[in-house]
């Protein structure tokens, strides 16, 4: 599977986006997807995941209360609606793939999101 994240973008704190990340072929709905994101100068970090079928969810707790990771496996795409931007949302956001939680094989290219104060 190839993974094609978009919908980064510039945002005034408090503000909102989504990301989705589009996957090719028709395996999609057997990997577990991710979310992680890496801010300047920063290690990879964890954001949020969604099992295979989209029942279970799990979060950071930065991102909980804030960020919704959600799945449709007919349009090969994993989502994360993110609200109440922070400044320290600000990171590359990638999403990733693989046949179970935290063992992403597959990743994407990355988007930028940029939280403005």
């Known amino acids: 599977v190839q993974l094609q994240a978009s919908g980064g973008g510039l945002v005034q704190a408090g503000g909102s986006l989504r990301l989705s990340c589009a996957a090719s072929g028709r395996t999609f709905g057997i990997y577990v997807m991710g979310w992680f994101r890496q801010a300047p100068g920063k290690e990879r970090e964890f954001v949020a995941d969604?099992?295979?079928?989209?029942?279970?969810?799990d979060y950071a707790d930065s991102a909980k209360g804030r960020f919704t990771i959600s799945r449709d496996n007919a349009k090969n795409t994993v989502y994360l609606e993110m609200n109440s931007l922070k400044p320290e949302d600000t990171a590359v956001y990638y999403c990733a793939a693989g046949p179970d939680t935290y063992k992403y094989t597959k990743w994407g290219q990355g988007t930028l999101v940029t939280v403005s104060s």
């Open positions: 969604i099992s295979k079928s989209g029942d279970s969810t």
